[in-house]
Structure formats: structure tokens, C-alpha cells
Nanobody, 114 residues
Framework: QVQLVESGGGLVQPGGSLRLSCVASGSIFSIKTMGWYRQTPGKQRQLVAIITSGGGTTLAESVKERFIISRDNAKNTVFLQMNSLKPEDTAVYYC????????WGQGTQVTVSS
């Protein structure tokens, strides 16, 4: 089973940037479509961005002009570069395969506040 470890979250002012990382275990990482998801209290987890094994990307409308998803297959790592952050981006961010697997990491908290 894939194990996932997210990092890079923190507190940032509106308009700022953060870069999230997710390291995945498992030798089949390079063939998996990976995704970043986010969740706020009381709401369902929502898909933010996905990246295919070949590097094709799709982003949610709410982040399309501000976020970039990328991956380094040699390091089993997927990244989420978040720019021009807004208070509504505040959430716990998770990575997982797309479609999602049964196991989730601990997530990383992103708080956008002045």
C-alpha cells in the first residue's frame, strides 16, 4: 500500500506563496496519477489538482490561475506551488492517488490570514 507524507504548510499572509510536498512510498509511484486535495472543518474533502504519470495537469477552477502541480518521479514526490493565496485557501491539504486510495497521510495545514 502507498504511504503518503505531506509537508510545507504554514501560516501565510494573503497574496503570499507556499510550496507543498508529498512523498509517496512504493515503486509504482511513477505510473500513478496523483492529486492534491483539501478539506476544511465540516466540509467534504475536495480535489484541487491532479497530475498524470506523463505530466498532464488539471486544476480546479478556483485555483487554476494561481496553483501549479508538478512531480519528480525519481524522488516519488508531488508538489503543489500555491501563489496569490487567499483566505479561502485555508484548509488541510492532502495528497493521494486519483482516484483516491484507501489510505491518507496526516495532511499539512495551510492558513492564509493577515
Amino acid at each position: 500500500q502507498v504511504q503518503l507524507v505531506e509537508s510545507g504548510g504554514g501560516l501565510v499572509q494573503p497574496g503570499g506563496s507556499l510550496r507543498l510536498s508529498c512523498v509517496a512510498s512504493g515503486s509504482i509511484f511513477s505510473i500513478k496519477t496523483m492529486g492534491w486535495y483539501r478539506q476544511t472543518p465540516g466540509k467534504q474533502r475536495q480535489l484541487v489538482a491532479i497530475i498524470t504519470s506523463g505530466g498532464g495537469t488539471t486544476l480546479a477552477e478556483s485555483v487554476k490561475e494561481r496553483f501549479i502541480i508538478s512531480r519528480d518521479n525519481a524522488k516519488n514526490t508531488v508538489f503543489l506551488q500555491m501563489n496569490s493565496l487567499k483566505p479561502e485557501d485555508t484548509a488541510v491539504y492532502y495528497c493521494n492517488t486519483f482516484p483516491t486510495g484507501p489510505r491518507w497521510g496526516q495532511g499539512t495545514q495551510v492558513t492564509v490570514s493577515s
